[in-house]
Nanobody, 121 residues
Framework: QVQVVESGGGLVQAGGSLRLSCVVS????????IGWYRQTPGSQRDLVATISRDGTTNYAAANGVRFTIARDNAANTVSLQMNRLEPEDTAVYYC???????????????WGQGTQVTVSS
């Protein structure tokens, strides 16, 4: 089983910063891309950023240059540093890990429960 736990959300004023953390427990699994997604009520879940095992990153264009994703493979953790936050960034942020059991080729996605980010004006 793969467990994904997010933390670091909260309330912040516009222009402020937050650092989200995703900790993945994946004994017996090999982890592939890990990413952050966000969702507001009535909207689809959208990509924020992903990072591969070798550190290749992919960012949503809407982020501009305000967000940075980083990964510690040894600790199976991924962080999302969010700077110059705007009210439009308010959403539930979810971490997703892609993994395959050792000795298997089947890949599956594992989602956390999400962490709320609220940016006030």
């Amino acid at each position: 089983q793969v467990q994904v736990v997010e933390s670091g959300g909260g309330l912040v004023q516009a222009g402020g910063s937050l650092r989200l953390s995703c900790v993945v427990s994946a004994s017996g699994f090999k982890l592939y891309d890990i990413g952050w997604y966000r969702q507001t009520p009535g909207s689809q879940r959208d990509l924020v950023a992903t990072i591969s095992r070798d550190g290749t990153t992919n960012y949503a264009a809407a982020n501009g240059v305000r967000f940075t994703i980083a990964r510690d493979n040894a600790a199976n953790t991924v962080s999302l540093q969010m700077n110059r936050l705007e009210p439009e960034d308010t959403a539930v942020y979810y971490c997703k890990a892609r993994a395959a059991r050792y000795g298997r080729t089947y890949l599956d996605d594992f989602w956390g429960q999400g962490t709320q980010v609220t940016v006030s004006s």
